[in-house]
């Protein structure tokens, strides 16, 4: 496979609402970002996933997007973001934006015109239909798709929230325009795109088909080829629902798409079938197991993956699957040595490499995410299939504002995050886990984090983390974790006890160096191996 710049990448993503806020309203800016890009910097991350800073009402904080080329006020103006993609150059940094051209906010000019008549030349940027001619596909985030608007009389496709029309990507005047807005991005330097939903662009709403359509390929080839095929860039596209093979088709270098996925398969294994992310199952270790060392093997030399824990829609891994209370610099730090040793280019989210945690509120009414209150409506108040306790259970354990609450910088009030109020309360755990604090312990997770980048980015290792071949050990053991990464030069081996228990363990091999170990041990032999809780160690082999 030829060698790309981004195969070689750690990227770190942010959330700007709840990064850093420089003037005290409550709400992270891009000013803010700008102030802290020299903690990506130190932790060894060198390209930005900005989540979404265009104009927007916010109903889905940002996500629903009123101007692809302008910035929202709260977080700022262009020159800051000119500011910020200068500033992060300067340290080796590049920044990539966040794409949402599924839907655009029902706010866009483009909307605005389109609902005033069938005769608009806007009508068809979006999907309109009689009654007669809708059918029930469920919204992403509750209820139905189809949204009657007065002023249209007509009703509209939504795939998200009410306020998130879809566009319609028949148009091939809807395909100009998004290219032409790429284009400009692109000329302003950044790199790359992270394409949200965007396996969703292919759909044919009259046959029911939403992810995956036929025309999905087919647009995502001409994108490439009117925009960031010409330039030298990281696309990564979210795809849910991908298997290996699919993921082929994106990721394939000669099929000209995307740089790589962002695939879901290992991240809903405690889903549940009916309730989703709202009624979560026992988490399945083996079956983790299976699934990474599946697409470990099954994409080798024909693809690109993402490697991730986290994002903005995900909990915090270490509550999720680790122990957030006595184990939490050990279990943060195990799961992130299962990851980085990985092929792949690996993401980290705002806040994990300082091993933050999922947040309790006591009341609803403290969660701003218009996915659980659009749950909560339907599963709780409208078809009562789920007790206001067993949701409570689910928002607590997957709610998306568990990886959203601001960043806890240090001891200070709201963590040092804001000197005014913050838009989304604080987790009050923030004395304890604040980026200062974490940074000068003796069990920093930044510094294990770190250690782990610098070892993939290294002269010595980069190679054979980043293309190296992949043999999994004992898949069906219980608390195991462990992989070889091989190649004609090196070998190195990666050892995980997922477990609270010791766990003893021998394996071939003789010790060459110990490249990293949570409990930071020197360890002579490989057999009689006594591993403490989530005890982690990379050594190369002799
Ligand atoms: C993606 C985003 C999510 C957003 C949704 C609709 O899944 O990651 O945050 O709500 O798309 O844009």
New binding site residues.
């Given amino acids: 496979m030829k060698k790309k710049w981004w195969h070689n990448s750690v990227v770190y993503q942010i959330y700007p609402r709840s990064f850093n806020d420089s003037n005290g309203d409550g709400v992270g800016d891009l000013r803010g970002i700008i102030n802290k890009l020299d903690h990506v910097k130190e932790l060894g991350a060198d390209v930005i996933w900005l989540?979404p800073v265009y104009k927007s009402p916010m109903k889905?904080?940002g996500?629903?997007i009123s101007d692809y080329q302008a910035i929202e006020p709260v977080f700022g103006t262009m020159e800051d973001m000119d500011e910020l993609i200068k500033e992060a150059d300067n340290r080796g940094i590049k920044i990539v934006m966040d794409l949402?051209v599924?839907?655009t906010s029902d706010q866009h000019e483009w909307f605005k015109e389109s609902r005033k008549s069938k005769d608009n030349p806007y009508r068809d940027y979006y999907i309109w239909r009689d009654e007669e001619d809708t059918n029930d596909i469920a919204s992403?985030?509750s209820g139905p798709t189809w949204k009657w608007d007065e002023e249209a009389g007509q009703y509209y496709f939504h795939l998200?929230a009410d306020e998130?029309p879809d566009l319609n990507w028949e148009n091939p005047k809807v395909q100009e325009e998004i290219h032409k807005m790429i284009n400009w991005w692109l000329e302003k330097g950044i790199g790359g795109f992270r394409l949200?939903?965007i396996d969703l662009i292919g759909k044919e709403v009259d046959k029911k088909i939403t992810g995956n359509g036929p025309r999905l390929h087919p647009l995502i080839k001409q994108m490439n080829k009117e925009t960031f095929g010409n330039y030298d860039v990281l696309t990564v596209g979210?795809t849910?629902g991908a298997t290996p093979e699919i993921a082929m088709m994106y990721s394939a270098p000669e099929r000209e798409e995307f740089s790589m996925i962002f695939q879901f398969e290992h991240m809903v294994i405690d889903w549940d079938q009916d309730h989703g992310k709202w009624k979560p199952h026992t988490f399945d270790f083996v079956k983790l197991k299976e699934i990474l060392s599946k697409w470990q093997v099954g994409l080798k030399g024909k693809g690109w993956n993402s490697l991730f824990w986290n994002?903005?829609?995900l909990p915090r891994i270490v509550s999720r699957w680790g122990n957030d209370k006595e184990y939490r610099y050990e279990s943060a730090t195990a799961l992130a040595t299962i990851l980085h040793g990985m092929q792949g280019t690996p993401y980290v989210f705002q806040g994990e490499e300082i091993g933050m945690t999922n947040v309790k509120y006591d009341s609803l009414k403290d969660y701003n995410d218009?996915?659980i209150h659009g749950a909560y409506q339907e599963k709780v108040l409208e078809n009562k299939v789920l007790s206001e306790e067993e949701f409570m259970v689910g928002v607590y354990q997957n709610g998306?504002d568990n990886a959203r609450t601001p960043i806890q910088w240090n001891e200070k009030e709201h963590g040092g995050f804001t000197t005014g109020t913050p838009w989304l309360k604080v987790n009050q755990n923030y004395l304890e886990v604040n980026v200062e604090a974490d940074k000068a312990s003796e069990k920093s997770v930044f510094n294990y984090y770190k250690n782990l980048i610098s070892i993939r980015k290294s002269d010595a290792y980069s190679d054979l983390i980043v293309y190296g071949d992949y043999e999994a050990i004992d898949l069906s053991h219980q608390s195991l974790f462990a992989y070889k990464r091989i190649n004609d030069e090196r070998e190195i081996l990666v050892v995980v006890n997922f477990s609270e228990e010791e766990l003893n363990y021998s394996f071939d091999g003789n010790i060459k160096e110990v490249l990293a170990s949570n409990y930071n041990k020197e360890y002579d032999s490989l057999s009689d191996l006594v591993l403490l809780p989530y005890e982690s160690l990379i050594v190369e082999l002799n």
């Fill in positions: 989540s889905d904080n996500y629903d949402v599924n839907h992403v985030f998200f998130q949200d939903v979210e849910w994002n903005h829609d218009v996915e998306r």
